[in-house]
């Protein structure tokens, strides 16, 4: 069932002084009606995560996913890098279908980048080893050149003074960099935020915003699920407002964050902005 | 002088069995560390294999860890040493030294793998999904993740249970392999002489335990470092 409402915005002039992307390409992650149900822990029934979700993400969009808690926006950034396997529907990403049966996701997961809400770095290796070894198991590239990326990837995160610390040593916004520097290691096409900044103190939240936006500055086509408005007013192409396991509404920030037309939109946002 | 504890420990015939006697100490070691070295990889393996979500796979398993938990280690002896070369004709070039090492992997590797597995199973999922979402496939992601992580969480268990393959060798002087018991039966035997031979065999297990506390202190000390802290954000 495809759904003819999906309005791919054309990259061009979305990120204002530098050149747009090849706006007229196909876009680069396509999800057509997914639906995904868990099973409700000592009953029979299920619970409806996603029901019949269509999107489609432009090459170097940002798209930033809202909603109350259980609205199914993390099981749908789940589903585009198959940490989720769906129930039914399709998910294209840079021309990979990820739902068919015989696709390699390991090699799909190299090239989509995830952040995680409590980082999830590997806890018994150096920050640096966390970002060189994945570029040395996965992508198979010689050891010196995957250090030479990670240190160029630790300045630029300014946290090369750390390379040798292990995460547990780091504060959550450090280790949410360097969990960040460990997905752009791999050279991603997509990259995915799963509330990466709720679990941090609130004054390390700054870092780690301030570089998801020079991310987004430089290109980098992202999905971003958070509850951080100003982020989403200010970075996002799109957002979009999930409830039930359904969008209840899409549109560009100033749009949903001025003039939502759905009163459930509204409702949420009231609650969340006061 | 202290020539009254001769009465009770009579060191001087001690001495002549000197050689015996750390022949079968140094015997000991050998088979405890081959053994060791054996059930460790294998037990890994049981681990795995009882962690799949396939029946075909962890109920034979599961049936095997059980048999071995509801039988005596000496009728497991017993059964290698008599048994195993009817049942496999080609152990019949094995020595009886080797048949023992069999019989103790074959004891210790379930005990060894039911720890590594709870090990394993401690391994957070984030750890888990980290992996994934780099695009580790599961052997990698076995490889520097659930292992590492998993086989630090189960070090103390894994030396209590080493400790006790190490005694368990003991038994192995049943079925006719010299080891350090054995050279206290042979003292035994010649001289009639029970204080002083096994409690010189006493004193070579303690030498081996005291040898282990020190070991895993080590060992703990090693593993206590940052990279090891279980913190969770």
Not at chain 1, 64 to 86: C, D, Q, Y
Not at chain 1, 125 to 132: H, K, M, P, Q, T
Request: glycine content about 6%; charged content about 15%; proline content about 6%.
């Amino acid at each position: 069932m495809a759904d003819p409402a999906i309005d791919v915005p054309t990259a061009s002039g979305t990120h204002a002084g530098l050149p747009s992307p090849q706006a007229s390409e196909a876009p680069l992650a396509v999800i057509e009606a997914v639906s995904k149900s868990f099973p409700i822990a000592g009953t029979q029934r299920r619970h409806q995560a996603l029901d019949r979700v269509s999107l489609a993400l432009a090459r170097g969009e940002v798209l930033v996913i809202i909603g109350p808690s259980g609205s199914g926006k993390s099981t749908l950034l789940r589903t585009m890098n198959a940490l989720e396997r769906v129930d039914s529907g399709r998910i294209t990403i840079d021309g990979t279908v990820l739902t068919d049966r015989g696709t390699d996701l390991n090699a799909l997961r190299a090239r989509v980048g995830m952040v995680f809400q409590h980082f999830n770095l590997f806890r018994h290796r150096s920050v640096l080893d966390n970002i060189v070894l994945p570029q040395c198991a996965v992508l198979k590239r010689p050891r010196a050149k995957a250090l030479a990326h990670a240190q160029e990837l630790l300045e630029r995160i300014h946290i090369a003074e750390l390379a040798q610390r292990y995460p547990s040593e780091l504060s959550g916004g450090q280790q949410q960099r360097v969990a960040i520097a460990r997905a752009l290691a791999m050279d991603p096409v997509l990259m995915l935020f799963d509330e990466a900044t709720s679990a941090l103190d609130p004054e390390t939240v700054g870092g780690v915003l301030d570089l998801m936006k020079s991310l987004a500055l430089g290109g980098m086509t992202m999905a971003v699920v958070t509850h951080e408005m100003g982020f989403a007013r200010e970075v996002a192409d799109r957002v979009i407002f999930m409830d039930a396991g359904r969008i209840v509404e899409e549109g560009p920030p100033h749009h949903i964050f001025e003039q939502p037309e759905e009163p459930r939109t509204r409702e949420f946002l009231e609650q969340i902005l006061w | 002088m202290t020539t009254w504890l001769l009465d009770y420990y009579n060191w001087r015939v001690v001495a002549l069995y000197l050689d015996e006697f750390s022949r079968g100490l140094m015997a000991t070691l050998n088979i405890s560390a081959i053994a060791l070295v054996l059930s460790l990889i294998i037990g890994t393996g049981l681990a795995l294999a009882r962690m799949s979500t396939r029946p075909l796979i962890w109920r034979p398993v599961a049936a095997y860890i059980q048999f071995i938990r509801a039988t005596p280690l000496l009728v497991q002896i017993y059964i290698v040493y008599y048994a195993l070369p009817y049942l496999l004709p080609f152990t019949l070039r094995w020595d009886e030294m080797w048949l023992g090492i069999f019989a103790l992997v074959l004891h210790t590797a379930p005990y060894m793998g039911e720890i590594l597995r709870v090990g394993f199973e401690s391994v957070p999922q984030g750890q888990v999904e980290g992996a994934k979402a780099v695009g580790m496939n599961a052997l990698q992601r076995l490889r520097y993740v659930i292992l590492p992580q998993g086989f630090v969480n189960t070090v103390p268990p894994l030396l209590g249970q080493t400790a006790i393959l190490i005694k368990d060798t003991s038994l192995l002087s049943l079925i006719t392999v010299f080891e350090l018991l054995s050279a206290g039966m042979i003292m035994n035997s010649q001289r009639i002489m029970p204080t002083e031979s096994f409690m010189t065999v006493a004193a070579g297990y303690l030498l081996i335990y005291a040898l282990m506390l020190v070991l895993s202190g080590w060992v703990s000390r090693r593993l206590s470092g940052p990279a090891w802290s279980v913190r969770q954000p």
